[in-house]
C-alpha cells in the first residue's frame, strides 16, 4: 500500500538520519580525540625543545666551565713555570753575589799590605789624622796634577793650532806672493809690449812728419816755380796781374 511504503520511507529516512547523527557524533567525538592528541603531540613537542633547549644550555655552561677551567689550569702552569723560572733566576743571581762576595774578599786580602803600608806612612808623615784624610789630601793633589796636565794638553793643543794656522798663512803668503810675481812678470810683458808699441808709433809718426815736412819744402818748390813762370810769363806777355799771389792753380791755368 503506499501508506505502507510512505512508513517503510519514512522508517528508513529515520533510520539514515540516526545512522548520519551517529556518525556525525563518531566523527566529532574522533575529531576532538585527534585534537586532544594534537594539543598533546604539541605538548610534548614543546617540553622536548624545552628539554633540547636547557640541555644545550647545560652543554654551553659544561663547556664555559671547562674552558674556563683549563684557561684556569693554563694560567696557574704558566704562573708556575714563570715562578719557576723567577727562581731559578734569582737562584743564579744569588749565586753569583756568593761568587762576587768572594773575589771581593779575596781582593780585600790582597789589599790588606797596601793599608798597612797607608798606615805606616801615616805615621812617618805624623801630618793626618787618619788615612781617609791622608787620600782625600792626595786625591785633591791627584786632581790639581790631572787639572795641570789637562791645561797643558789644551795648551799644546792650541799650541799645535797655532803652528798649523801660521803654516796655512805662510803658504797662502807663498801663494799669493807667487800669484803677485807672476802677475808682475805678466804686467811687465804687457809692459815691453807697450813699450815696443810706442817706440814704434814714435818711429812711425817720426816718418809722417819728415814725409810731411819733405812734401811741404816740395809743395813750398813747386809753388815758388809756378810763381816764377807766372810772372815770367805774364811779363813777357804783358798779362795783367790780377791773379792772388797764392792760387797757384790760377797761375798754372794762366801759364
Sequence with gaps: LP????????REAAEVERELQNRREEFQQRMQRLEQRRQQLARRQQQHRDAVLRFD?????????????????????????AERAEATRLQRELEELLRHRERLARRLQSFRPFGDYLRDVLA??????????????FGVLAGVQAALAQEAEAGQERLAQGRARLQRYRQESS?????????????????????????????????????????????????LAVLNLF???????????????????????TV
Aim: charged share 30%; net charge positive.
Design 57 to 81: 644550555s647545560f652543554l654551553k655552561a659544561v663547556a664555559a666551565r671547562r674552558e674556563r677551567e683549563q684557561r684556569r689550569a693554563g694560567e696557574e702552569r704558566a704562573r708556575a713555570a
Design 3 to 10: 501508506s505502507t511504503r510512505v512508513l517503510l520511507k519514512r
Design 175 to 223: 801663494t799669493e806672493l807667487l800669484g803677485t810675481k807672476d802677475e808682475l812678470a805678466r804686467l811687465h810683458t804687457h809692459l815691453e809690449a807697450a813699450h815696443q808699441d810706442v817706440l814704434q808709433w814714435e818711429s812711425c809718426w817720426t816718418h809722417i812728419q819728415s814725409t810731411a815736412t819733405q812734401k811741404t819744402l816740395l809743395l813750398a818748390q813747386i809753388k
Design 124 to 137: 812617618r808623615m805624623g801630618q793626618f789624622q787618619d788615612v781617609p784624610a791622608m787620600l782625600v789630601h
Design 231 to 253: 810772372q815770367i810769363t805774364t811779363a813777357q806777355l804783358r798779362i795783367p796781374t790780377d791773379r792772388a799771389q797764392e792760387d797757384t792753380k790760377a797761375q798754372l791755368d
